[in-house]
C-alpha cells in the first residue's frame, strides 16, 4: 500500500464505510506504524507543569529547569589521603637512608577548621578530606613516615600538589551540570547534595487512566464464572507505568455499552492527563469503542495501523487530552502500548529515554516463515543472540512474557532463521 505522509486533517479522506454492525464505528485503512508514530508524536504538546521536590522524591523524575553550580566543590583545598601536609620543597633528597625530619605543627581531621603560617620543615598531620593549611602544597602518605607526633621523619621526595585536592578539583563554579529534560538518577542526585541544593523544580508526572472495556471482565477479587475473564491486559500496563515512575490515576472496567463508556470517559477525564483503553476496537458485533469517540467528539489522530497483532489500534484527542486505544488481546495490547504510548509521553515529558530504539542482534535459535504483514514476535535477548519462541505467539496469549525481554520487528515479506540479522525492541 502507499504509506506517504498523510496530515491528521486528510485521516478523514481514508475513511472507507461504515460498519454496519455498529452506527458510527468508522472503519479507516490501515497505515503504516511510522506514519501514525509521526501523526502521533506531532499531535502530542510537550508538559509544561512543574514542581518542586526534594532530592530524594526527585529521583527517576524530569528535570525542569538548568542547574549550574554556584560553588565549587571542594570549596577548600583537602587532602587526598592520611598523611602529613607539608612544602614538598623541603622533601627534596629525602628517603629512608636520608630521612628528613618535620617539626609537627597541629593536626586536623575532616571538619576541623585550622589556620596556620606554613614555614620551612612545618608538617601537619592531616586526614583524608581535611583541609590543608595555606602554604603547604602536598600530603605525604603516612606509609612513607615514621608516624610521628611531634617529630615526623619524611622517607620520600614530594611532587607539588601530591595527593592535594584543589578548590573546584571536582565541580567549578559556574560550571553547568544538569539540562532540563534530563531524567535524574542517584548520580544526578548525589552531584545535587554535593552542592547542597535541597530541591529541584521537575516536570509533573503524567497522570494516566486505563479502561477496560467488555462484558466478559470481571474485578480480579470476583468469581470468574464460566465466562468471565480478568483484566490482565490492564495490570500488565499499570506495572509497566508503574515501574517508570508514572502515576496511575485510576484502573476502570467499562461494560461494551458507548453510553457507559461516554459516561465514564466524560467523569474521569479531568483527573488525568491521558487515557489508555483496551479492547472494542475491531469490527465485531461489540466493538463500539471508534463510533463512541467519534460521537462524543473526540478527533482521531489515525486508527488501524498495517501490524501484527494490534492492527486496530486508535489514537485520538478528546477535550485537548490523548487517548490512546488498544487492541483487547493481551499480547497485541502490549506490542500497541510499547510502540505508541513511549513515544508519546516522551513527546510530552521531553525525555526522550522513553522511546524505544531498534538494536540488530543475530537469531541464535528459532525459525519463522515468510510473513504476509508486518509481524512484532517475543523473543528473549542474550549474549549468545536472539532465540525466538515457536510455542505460541497468538496475540491472545500473554503467557509467554514470562521468558521474553524483548519483541522482533519482522518486516512484511521476510522469513528469519538462525544467523538472521533482526531487530530488536527490548520490554525495558
Known sequence: ?????????????????????????????????????ELLTKRVN??????KLDLLSAL??????????????????KSGMDGYALRSCDTKGASRDHPIHFRVVGEICAGDEIYLTAEAFTAVRVMTGGMVPKGYDCVIRQEDTDYGQEQVEIYVEAEPWQNYCHIGEDIEAGRHIISSGTRLNAGHIGVLASLGIPEITVFTVPKVGIISTGNELRPLACPIGKVGVYPSSAYTIAAKLKSKGMDVSFMEVCADDASSFSE????????IDLLITTGALSVGKRDFLAGALEEMGAERIFQKVNMRPGTPVMASLFQGKLILSL????????????????????KMTGDDSLVWRKTGKTVAQGNMKEAKKRRFLQAFADDEGVHIYDRNQQS?????????????????????????????????
Open 1 to 37: 500500500m502507499n504509506s506517504k505522509h498523510v496530515s491528521a486533517d486528510d485521516l478523514a479522506t481514508k475513511v472507507l464505510s461504515k460498519d454496519k454492525r455498529e452506527k458510527g464505528c468508522a472503519r479507516l485503512a490501515a497505515i503504516e506504524l511510522e506514519e501514525a508514530l
Open 46 to 51: 510537550k508538559n509544561t507543569k512543574t514542581e
Open 60 to 77: 527517576g523524575r524530569v528535570c525542569a529547569e538548568e542547574v549550574t553550580a554556584r560553588v565549587p566543590v571542594p570549596h577548600f583545598p
Open 264 to 271: 465514564l470517559v466524560n467523569t474521569k477525564i479531568n483527573e
Open 327 to 346: 487492541s483487547g488481546y493481551p499480547f497485541a495490547a502490549m506490542v500497541n502500548f510499547q510502540l505508541f504510548f513511549w513515544p508519546a509521553v516522551a
Open 396 to 428: 491472545s496469549v500473554l503467557s509467554e512474557m514470562l521468558y521474553s525481554n524483548c519483541i522482533i520487528d519482522q518486516k512484511q515479506g521476510t522469513a528469519i532463521s538462525p544467523g538472521d540479522t533482526v531487530e530488536v525492541i527490548y520490554w525495558d
